[in-house]
Structures are given as structure tokens and as C-alpha cells.
């Protein structure tokens, strides 16, 4: 049984106004890695009213094919901002090719402008790896979100 609606109904429709209560959609982000990485990128097809960013880092692509991929791309809206990120060891040396194709996919529907990819070498699929690297798509977050931040805001 799937319950990714019935989860992101939680996080925005309870977590989200419990913390904050009104929020700006302009200055919120969404973030997850592996299947939590596939997750924020549906949540941005499903709820881009709710959030402009969608920070996914070794979104587990390959749980599909290549078909999967191309319609899940096609979804996800033009004016989201986008972060895909991948490593080059362990599990994320096989995303490479998945990683490479959502990429240019993304490209080819014009969102260049509100896309950024990265390969951290020598990373794995693994939390110590993300934490590591989550610097990079909080500085992308922040820099979209606002413009006006400073750098010592994500330590």
C-alpha cells in the first residue's frame, strides 16, 4: 500500500502550519534523499503551490526504467527550482546514466535557468555522504528562495 499522499497531506496540510503557520511557497523547500529523493520530486508534481524548490539527492531512479523516468520528468513543473545530485560510489555509481538522462530531460523542457545537477565524487548512497554534501543544495535553496542570504546562515 502506498501512502505518499496521505504523507504529504501530513506535511503540508499539518507539520508545515503547526511550525509556522502561514508560510511562503517562494521560501520553502523540499528535501530527501534515495526513495526520500524520488518522494520530494512527486511532492513537486503534486504540490508546487506548497514549495519552489525540490532538493532531491541520489533520487533512486533506477526502481524503474528509462519510460519511468520520461513521464515522471514530464511532470514536474517548469517553475519549480530543481537539485538532483548523485556520488560515484556504492549504490549512486549505478545512477549515473538514470541521473544523466532526468538531467537532459529536464534541459530539453527549459529549465536550465532553475536546475542544477551535481556529481559528488567519491560519495556514496549513504548519510554520511549526504550530510556531507547537503551544504550545496541549501546554498542552491537559499539563493533561489531569496537572494539575500549569507553564507554562514548554512553551517
Known amino acids: 500500500t502506498l501512502h505518499s499522499d496521505r504523507y504529504l497531506q501530513q506535511i503540508f496540510g499539518e507539520i508545515i502550519p503547526a511550525i509556522y503557520g502561514t508560510h511562503s511557497p517562494k521560501k520553502t523547500a523540499v528535501i530527501g534523499s534515495s526513495m526520500g529523493g524520488l518522494a520530494t520530486l512527486y511532492a513537486a508534481i503534486k504540490h508546487p503551490e506548497k514549495f519552489s524548490t525540490a532538493l532531491a ?34 549504490l549512486d555509481s549505478e545512477y549515473r546514466e538514470s541521473h544523466e538522462l532526468a538531467r537532459n530531460l529536464l534541459i530539453e523542457r527549459g529549465m536550465q535557468g532553475a536546475l542544477k545537477t551535481r556529481v559528488f565524487d567519491k560519495s556514496g548512497h549513504n548519510e554520511r555522504s549526504w550530510a556531507r554534501n547537503v551544504k550545496e543544495p541549501l546554498h542552491f535553496w537559499l539563493k533561489n528562495s531569496s537572494g539575500n542570504y549569507s553564507e554562514s546562515e548554512v553551517r
Not at 519510460?67 to 556520488?87: A, C, D, H, K
Open 57 to 90: 539527492l541520489s533520487p533512486h531512479w533506477i526502481i524503474s526504467n528509462k519510460e519511468f523516468i520520461r513521464s515522471f520528468v514530464q511532470e514536474i513543473p517548469t517553475s519549480m527550482n530543481i537539485w538532483l545530485s548523485i556520488g560515484t560510489k556504492g
